[in-house]
């Protein structure tokens, strides 16, 4: 497959419909045969084949990194799953889920508070559009529940530092992806199975028409 005429768009949209469910490259092929590209196309070819050849190494590679930076900063990991149990609520089907737990486990303990958490009674109007119905998450609206976690987890990415050692974690992840993606020289049984793994998802694509 000739990469060179491959435009970086295109890659983004292949790893966006390819299938990301597929095992790692081993280690040996992973790290091996590596060398300075010759001229500026020859690069980008390279970056191109490696970036969707070893995208699962490189996934897993980013994880790792993140992981680490993670750790190292407790109150960021309290910030990393409020930050996304804030951004979950957005999720209709997640609020009210939550919603019914929440207000069946309180009423367990206390019926009438339990009572005081259902969401208002909205009254229908005839002749009128309905509007988008608001959910209500333990007898509040959702985005009261999304602005409280967003700005507690600021809060502790904030006082922990934790918001900027990811961000640099981030970068040195991207930056060793990079510099891996440039180096390898992809062999041919990289450039065959890329050209398989294609022709099979286009393949799939023209069957199901």
Known sequence: MDWDSVAAGDVVEALREVEWSTSPRSVAEFFSRFAFPRSFSKWMSRLKCNLYYYRTNYFILLVFVLGLALITRPLAIIGAALTALSLAFLNDSFAATFNEKAIRTIRQFSPHLAAKMRPPH??????????????????????????????????????????????????????????????????????????REEFRAVWRNYSEL
């Open 122 to 195: 909205m009254p229908v109007i005839r002749g009128r559009s309905a509007s988008r119905k608001t959910v209500y998450v333990c007898g509040q609206p959702r985005l009261v529940f999304v602005l409280l976690g967003l700005t507690a987890s600021f809060v502790l990415w904030f006082t922990s530092c934790g918001l900027l050692w990811v961000l640099y974690a981030l970068a040195t992840a991207l930056l060793l992806i990079m510099l891996h993606a440039s180096l390898r020289t992809p062999n041919l049984k990289a450039r065959l199975n890329t050209f």
